[in-house]
């Protein structure tokens, strides 16, 4: 099993790629911290690891507070005795979020807490543990947006993905003599809960973004889960800093 005797910290984890990692990792031998700001969906993915036949704590919490962060990382070492492991999945899109002319502040804000500041938060009390441990890996969910511009525009969400890629290759130089690798996923339109709840729904545009997609499918939580746990395996031993998209070709689509 490939995340045999490690400890996996799993946020957004009560649904979507979220929950999907959290029971992919602990098949693979992965004791998990299962976190999220919905208690009823977080227990459940707990619950499921369990039914399972593995080993899981479901953390209530939300990753843009500061001590959420801090309690998360701190349930899961006071269960497992250390961690090895990030999966930072959180995020949120917000339907109101458009141009920057006309997207307002508290949409802005409120996306960037969730999705940048909630990463940096999250690192910012993982990190000291995963360098007690030795070294470990991070991974940090951005997205295929970020590399690309669009037409119709989500620039706070844009923004905040942009940032988290940033923000991996810093980690990556700062923490990589301590054997802290972080690498960072832009996946393309995956089928999750966040998107068919904003766009999936309405056929016409379902099937404008479907064209565009060369591999003509919209992308499972199970794609991205698989590179997420190669990831953090110790078969990307010498992985870190990069910027790994899996999107079904459509940042090479051209027309």
């Known amino acids: 099993m490939r995340l045999e005797g490690k400890v996996a910290l799993v946020t957004g984890a009560g649904s979507g790629m979220g929950r999907a990692g959290a029971l992919r990792f602990a098949r693979e031998g992965a004791r998990v911290v299962a976190a999220d700001v919905r208690a009823q969906a977080v227990a459940e993915t707990a619950r499921l690891i369990e039914a399972a036949g593995g080993e899981a704590v479901a953390v209530t919490a939300d990753v843009s507070v500061d001590s959420d962060a801090e309690a998360m990382v701190r349930a899961g070492v006071e269960a497992f005795g250390a961690l090895h492991a990030v999966y930072n999945n959180a995020g949120i899109f917000l339907a109101a979020d458009h141009s920057v002319v006309d997207t307002d502040p508290e949409v802005w804000d409120r996306v960037q807490s969730v999705n940048l500041k909630g990463m940096y938060l999250v690192c910012r009390h993982a990190v000291p543990h995963l360098r007690r441990a030795g070294g470990g890996a991070i991974v940090n969910v951005a997205s295929f947006v970020a590399l690309v511009g669009c037409t ?44 068919t709840d904003w766009l999936l729904g309405n056929p016409e545009a379902r099937a404008v973004r479907l064209a565009r997609i060369p591999l003509g499918r919209f992308g499972r939580a199970e794609d991205v889960v698989n590179l997420a746990l190669f990831l953090l395996s110790d078969e990307a031993a010498w992985m870190t800093g990069s910027v790994v998209v899996v999107d079904g070709g459509i940042t090479s689509n051209y027309f």
Request: glycine fraction near 10%; hydrophobic fraction near 40%.
């Open 152 to 195: 119709v525009p989500q620039d706070a969400y844009t923004a905040s993905k942009g940032g988290v890629i940033a923000l991996t290759k810093s980690l990556a130089v700062q923490f990589g003599p301590d054997q802290v690798r972080c690498n960072a996923i832009c996946p393309g339109p995956i089928e999750t809960p966040l998107l």
